[in-house]
């Protein structure tokens, strides 16, 4: 008789993640409900924005698009590389193959 709507809730993978920053590195960061730490450098991930591509420009802009880095998790157990890139105002993660 009353029956609740389903809703489909967002995977995690989909929410945003919280990133901390020093001098525009980050260098820790909230991802998938847990506290990670960056390890090392992190390496700028540069592309060159669609609006560039053109026949006649040979050597078009790079532009810094996010960060890969190597991320271990606040109790020292996993660790993963991860592709940090901007969207928007918020920050996405994409996991990558170590």
Do not use: K, N, Q
């Not at 609006?51 to 190597?70: D, F, M, N």
Request: proline share 10%.
């Amino acid at each position: 008789m009353f029956e609740r709507p389903t809703m489909a809730l967002p995977r995690v993978d989909d929410d945003p993640v919280i990133v901390w920053t020093e001098a525009e590195r980050p260098v820790r960061l909230v991802y998938r409900l847990a506290r990670w730490r960056v390890e090392g450098d992190p390496e700028p991930l540069r592309e060159v924005p669609e609006s560039l591509y053109h026949p006649l420009i040979t050597h078009p802009t790079e532009r810094t698009a996010g960060w890969r880095c190597r991320v271990r998790s606040a109790d020292s157990r996993r660790t993963l590389v991860l592709a940090l890139r901007r969207d928007g105002a918020l920050w996405r993660a994409e996991e990558l193959p170590e």
